[in-house]
């Protein structure tokens, strides 16, 4: 089976981790649909009791195959899209985190590139022999760190409630 290998980021997520929920809430992704990813060892996170604990650069992993999933690739495609992943984005962390240039991932699920120069980018698309698919990392990214940004406990407003609906027994 495919095992994740951990890539240590610097930027604002750099050390922070993310609950399943946390997770779910930015990607669009359901609780038990990253429950079996992690048992099917796509992507695995940390296990704290029953909590799920994901790194920044799982939390990218899972937002990319997200973004994947939607456009239909498959499981098997995304496996190898993350292998490339995973070996490209050791070397190139910080041309993804710097943000001077927009960093996208293109593939037609067997071919894969990482690009951050538009004319490649355009170049790959035109002379695609299959449809080419377009996925942000580095929004995926912006995504993350806005989260983390976003993330301040929440205040319970103080005053009164708006009443439930109050059910009468029908008679009759």
Same mark, same amino acid.
């Given at each position: 089976?495919? #095992?994740?290998? #951990?890539?240590?980021?610097? %930027? ?8 399943? %929920? ?13 429950? $079996? $990813? ?12 029953? #909590? ?25 495609? /995304? ?12 070397? +190139?962390?910080?041309? /993804?985190?710097?943000?001077? %240039? ?15 120069? %538009?004319?490649?980018? /355009? @170049?790959?698309? #035109?002379?695609? @022999? ?6 942000? *990392?580095? @929004?995926?990214? +912006? +995504?993350?760190?806005?989260? *983390? ?24």
């Amino acid at each position: 089976m495919f #095992k994740t290998k #951990k890539i240590r980021i610097d %930027s604002n997520l750099g050390g922070r981790e993310f609950t399943s %929920s946390a997770i779910s809430e930015v990607t669009g992704v359901s609780l038990r649909q990253l429950q $079996w $990813w992690d048992e099917q060892k796509v992507v695995s996170p940390r296990h704290e009791g029953h #909590k799920r604990l994901y790194l920044a650069e799982e939390a990218i992993e899972i937002a990319v195959i997200a973004e994947l999933r939607r456009k239909g690739f498959s499981l098997q495609k /995304i496996r190898r899209v993350l292998r490339f992943l995973q070996k490209e984005m050791g070397k +190139r962390l910080t041309e /993804i985190f710097s943000a001077v %240039s927009d960093m996208h991932l293109v593939t037609d699920g067997k071919s894969i590139y990482l690009e951050s120069e %538009s004319d490649s980018i /355009i @170049d790959l698309l #035109k002379n695609a @022999d299959e449809p080419m698919f377009l996925v942000c *990392v580095t @929004d995926q990214v +912006r +995504r993350l760190e806005a989260t *983390v940004v976003d993330e301040a406990p929440a205040r319970k407003s103080v005053g009164r409630e708006t009443p439930r609906a109050v059910r009468r027994p029908r008679v009759g």
